[in-house]
């Protein structure tokens, strides 16, 4: 029997890797058969997806209004009415913030983007003198500037004809089919939202079952080694991301009410633009304070001053006392590794991948780290980094002493 299950083993691990060599020729000499499929899989997963999205951003309040509500001590089981009313009241908290977004900012947005393009001639003009004055008292860079603005001119006039006409028919088919990828997008959201009616009701449930087939398909060290994994980067997940979203949120919030109160322009659109950009770490805000900074450069030069002073006033609030009170030490990485995360990321999914890059690459850096801490105890060797700083090599007691008797490294 042992034998069979030997030759099953072998079996097993030959398809394995099989498949892995397919797959890999897939992906790298082939049209990507495998990513196609796995675009129209997430395609029609969509609702799903958004369900577990929503379920998993709002998982903490359901659980805050539980122990608001219910406060026994843990000495009595909660009553089953008390989910259904935690639910509701989380749904309703996210509908009177739609609601404050929709009649508030919304109005004042439109109102900023209306004057922004009524502006559009007027700022042309101004950036239009300052060139002209800049490159009349420098020759040399208004000869260069020619010579650059006429290559880029020609440039322009090639990429058009090769690639923006013969695009055309596709960007108004494009166009098109925007109503129809709008109300796909409500529909799956609207099914979304169901979807995580269910798992906010049934969340112990769900995790109980991913818990009872971590231990049914591995051994019991590995199924707790795993569940280990999973909570740690569920508690990165939930510390960086719903702590970065509420930290943008506020940061939004500030800056709309005192560029407001200082009757900045554009106050409405400058605010959306900080807080949107505040969920990158690092570059967010600087990402975000430029473009805001020039537009209103072009409408007043001294507000654009005290903008910037505000901007930074504000950028120091959230970095030395909102941040860490919300965010903690949510991802164990260091600054580098923070700015590294930030810019693979950014290369591979662009603004989506600055966000998520840090999260993710916390996530590896702690499986790492905790797959390493098990295999050195396993071996007998120090865990911390400090034991290894001198380079020498670190030898188990038992092996120290037979090296020390023999005297061979």
């Not at 166009?175 to 269910?198: D, P, R």
């Not at 509420?246 to 106050?267: E, K, N, T």
């Not at 959306?272 to 450069?297: E, M, R």
């Not at 380079?391 to 037979?402: K, T, Y």
Request: proline share 4%; glycine share 8%.
């Amino acid at each position: 029997m042992k034998k069979d299950n030997h030759y099953v083993a072998w079996g097993l691990t030959a398809v394995a890797v099989v498949c892995a060599v397919m797959l890999f020729y897939d992906l790298v000499f082939r049209s990507s058969i495998v990513l196609t499929y796995a675009k129209n899989l997430v395609s029609i997963l969509a609702p799903i997806l958004y369900g577990f999205a929503l379920a998993y951003l709002l998982a903490p309040v359901v659980n805050w209004f539980e122990r608001a509500i219910f406060r026994s001590g843990g000495q009595r089981a909660q009553p089953k009415w008390l989910r259904a009313v935690a639910i509701l009241l989380t749904w309703a908290v996210v509908a009177v913030l739609l609601y404050a977004l929709m009649s508030v900012l919304l109005p004042e947005l439109y109102r900023s983007l209306v004057q922004l393009v009524g502006n559009a001639t007027v700022y042309y003009e101004t950036v239009e003198s300052w060139c002209i004055s800049l490159l009349e008292n420098n020759p040399d860079l208004a000869h260069k500037a020619s010579e650059m603005f006429n290559q880029y001119y020609e440039d322009a006039l090639v990429w058009i004809n090769r690639n923006v006409v013969p695009q055309l028919q596709v960007a108004v088919q494009a166009i098109t089919g925007g109503v129809v990828g709008v109300m796909t997008f409500f529909k799956n959201l609207f099914i979304g939202i169901m979807v995580s009616l269910y798992l906010l009701g049934a969340k112990e449930s769900f995790s109980a079952a991913g818990c009872k087939l971590c231990y049914t398909f591995l051994n019991e060290d590995q199924a707790a080694l795993l569940i280990r994994g999973i909570k740690a980067t569920d508690r990165i997940f939930s510390g960086f991301v719903r702590g970065k979203l509420l930290d943008s949120l506020i940061i939004g919030i500030l800056c709309f009410f005192f560029s407001s109160l200082f009757q900045f322009p554009y106050a409405p659109l400058v605010s959306v633009v900080v807080g949107i950009t505040n969920i990158i770490p690092f570059f967010g805000p600087f990402l975000g304070a430029i473009p805001s900074a020039f537009l209103i450069l072009l409408d007043s030069p001294i507000k654009c001053l005290y903008f910037i002073i505000f901007i930074l006033a504000l950028q120091q609030f959230d970095g030395n006392i909102l941040g860490p009170r919300i965010l903690g030490d949510s991802t164990g990485i260091s600054g580098f590794w923070v700015i590294v995360a930030i810019l693979v990321g950014g290369g591979l999914w662009g603004v989506a991948g600055m966000f998520l890059g840090v999260p993710i690459f916390a996530c590896l850096y702690a499986g790492v780290r905790t797959y390493s801490a098990y295999q050195l105890k396993r071996k007998g060797l120090p865990v911390p980094s400090s034991s290894y700083a001198t380079h020498e090599p670190v030898w188990p007691e038992d092996q120290l002493e037979a090296v020390e008797k023999t005297g061979k490294h």
